[in-house]
């Protein structure tokens, strides 16, 4: 028992079980150290000193991590469009071209990226008119070709068919139904791009 105003604790008897941890106890031991590590399956692994890991109990070697495949879109809002280079820059050269009416409201704030993200629209922006390159690169949706892979095409500027299928790996089962038309659509861009 402790004194008046002391810290103390009685001592369980010998036949009692005792419900409380001492502090040499594993469970109360820092971690610290310890790095955890998550395999592509979601298995939790501990990783230790060296190159080994701890996984219930039993050491064995580090997996390597899985290369996790781009989804573009995957986790877009259903009404979200994605928009090319050309297609943004035309938009935000547009609100800047209305900045003074737009600051005189106080209810409109203009981000403070606004900036940022028009000059990087314009740099990346090898096409001066975004609506022959859309109207091109939508052709591809009868294939399958969703409205994100169809920007990563406009936005990369690919010049080969293998270059596609590197940039957007999600086209590689749709290769057989889609290189032919692919071949032509580069060619168009590339003449697109020329003529800005």
Do not use: W
Not at 61 to 67: H, L, W
Not at 123 to 129: A, E, G, L, R, V
């Amino acid at each position: 028992m402790s004194e008046k105003g002391g810290k103390g604790f009685s001592l369980p008897s010998k036949g009692a079980k005792s419900s409380l941890k001492g502090k040499d106890d594993s469970s109360a031991k820092s971690k610290r150290g310890r790095k955890v590590h998550f395999n592509a399956e979601g298995d939790r692994i501990k990783v230790g000193k060296g190159d080994k890991s701890v996984k219930g109990g039993k050491i064995s070697a580090v997996k390597e991590p899985q290369p996790l495949e781009l989804k573009i879109g995957a986790e877009l809002p259903e009404n979200a469009k994605c928009l090319m280079d050309c297609e943004a820059a035309l938009i935000l050269e547009g609100i800047q071209d209305q900045m003074v009416v737009l600051s005189r409201d106080p209810t409109i704030k203009i981000p403070v990226s606004f900036d940022k993200g028009l000059q990087y629209a314009k740099s990346k922006n090898n096409f001066t008119d975004p609506q022959p390159v859309r109207k091109l690169l939508e052709t591809l949706t009868n294939y399958g070709v969703t409205d994100g892979e169809i920007c990563v095409i406009a936005n990369a500027h690919p010049e080969t068919i293998d270059e596609v299928f590197a940039l957007v790996p999600s086209l590689k089962d749709k290769r057989s139904s889609i290189s032919k038309p692919l071949e032509g659509i580069l060619s168009g861009l590339a003449n697109l791009r020329n003529s800005s």
